[in-house]
């Protein structure tokens, strides 16, 4: 079955950098589009990046633009979130997610990023 396994979270200072994992299996990893999602306390879930199977295809929600930067490696089955410049408004848990149509719509377990000082 599909797994999403999160990994990288963590406590930061404002301006800091994290970087995020996700190791994906069960599924064919190279043929699908992924993306991070994020939710704080008391929010809808967002989008903050998404990447297409051949990696050559990125978008980034406007709050992370020029900031966080979404990267795969196919061999290794895994998904990266480069955060810089942290701000305490990006304190939320990251998600990564597969859709690969109709009902198969998978997510991870999340991971916690908390920036503050």
């Known amino acids: 079955q599909v797994q999403l396994v999160e990994s990288g979270g963590g406590l930061v200072q404002p301006g800091g950098s994290l970087r995020l994992s996700c190791a994906a299996s069960?599924?064919?990893?190279?043929?699908?589009?992924m993306r991070w999602y994020r939710q704080a306390p008391g929010k809808e879930r967002e989008l903050v990046a998404a990447?297409?199977?051949?990696?050559?295809?990125?978008t980034y929600g406007d709050s992370v633009k020029g900031r966080f930067t979404i990267s795969r490696d196919n061999a290794k089955n895994t998904v990266y979130l480069q955060m810089n410049s942290l701000k305490p408004e990006d304190t939320a848990v990251y998600y990564c997610?597969?859709?690969?149509?109709?009902?198969?719509?998978?997510w991870g377990q999340g991971t916690q990023v908390t920036v503050s000082s």
């Open positions: 997610n597969v859709f690969r149509g109709g009902s198969s719509n998978h």
């Open positions: 069960g599924f064919t990893f190279s043929s699908y589009a």
């Open positions: 990447i297409g199977s051949v990696a050559s295809s990125t």
